[in-house]
């Protein structure tokens, strides 16, 4: 909440993003590349790590083999860096599977970039991509959420109630019995149609020994990640309260401990004056 970013574990590419060579760090350590950022997402994949900051920037850091890191070479980084290429993006969210990456926007495009061996770029080839690019098939399908699974990506798009899959399918992780891998975004294969769907995109069934061939049907509500609310992330000024905030308010008591808060973080003062996306 008061927007620092802490990580710990195996350091072996960098991926704790704390600029130190040590492999293993047992402790939650300080991420120092991006004190003072208002975060809004962070994902880890199988060794590189990204961020999504609530003014749209995409950092990156740890393995870069497959250009996973989005940063237009292979060169590993043990610091958060700026995807310049994401520039005018208007990222809000941010997946990583084991080799690759997904990025969406608000405007819900997809781009995807690292590995492509198992189709999981969705980019119809098996060629790695150093830099962002935009998932074609998707393009205008207005993408809400996005998923990355070790090499597989799932996408979906709330105005079809559809999923979309693409990547590897050797453990049936893409809904459909037919075990070939998916180049481009194709819709899930659904045994059923429920009138109104709620899917979990690569969470659910991560503790159960069992892989899961089809999707299973949620009660909660799917999450929109394009709007400009979050569900969790950086506190900031709430603008329409400034009013609460002077000594003689009749909330002062309850809300001083969210003044010491806010003012004691440089990213909870930077994402205050941000504009609401």
């Known amino acids: 909440e008061g927007g620092k970013l ?26 120092e590349g991006l004190r003072g950022v208002p975060l809004a997402w962070i994902a880890a994949g199988g060794a590189h790590c990204a961020a999504v900051s609530l003014s749209g920037a995409v950092y990156s850091w740890g393995r870069n083999n497959f250009g996973q890191l989005g940063l237009g070479d292979t060169e590993a980084r043990d610091c958060p860096t700026y995807v310049g290429a994401l520039e005018h993006w208007k990222a809000v969210f ?3 599977g084991a080799d690759h990456t997904a990025v969406l926007s608000k405007e819900g495009l997809v781009c995807t970039f690292g590995a492509g ?22 393009w205008g399908a207005r993408v809400s959420q996005v998923a990355c699974g070790r090499q597989h990506t799932l996408a979906y798009v709330p105005s079809l109630e559809t999923v979309y899959l693409f990547g590897s399918a050797e453990e049936g992780q893409l809904g459909d019995k037919r075990m070939a891998s998916h180049l481009i975004p194709l819709p899930m294969d659904l045994p059923e149609k429920p009138a109104k769907p709620r899917w979990a995109l690569g969470t659910i069934g991560l503790s159960s020994p069992n892989p899961i061939c089809f999707p299973h049907k949620l009660t909660s509500v799917s999450l929109c990640f394009t709007q400009s609310s979050y569900p969790a992330g950086t506190a900031t ?9 002077s000594s003689n308010s009749p909330h002062w008591e309850s809300i ?22």
């Open 237 to 245: 000024v709430p603008t329409g309260d400034l009013g609460l905030w």
């Open 94 to 96: 941010v997946s990583c």
């Open 117 to 138: 061996g198992a189709g999981q770029l969705g980019h119809n080839s098996t060629r790695r991509e150093l830099r962002p690019r935009v998932v074609a098939e998707l």
């Open 6 to 31: 802490f990580t710990w574990g195996q350091n072996s590419h960098g991926q704790l993003g704390v600029g130190s060579p040590a492999p293993l760090a047992p402790q939650a350590r300080l991420v």
């Open 256 to 277: 001083k401990k969210d003044i010491r808060l806010i003012f004691s973080s440089e990213a909870c003062i930077n994402g205050s004056f941000l504009e609401q996306r």
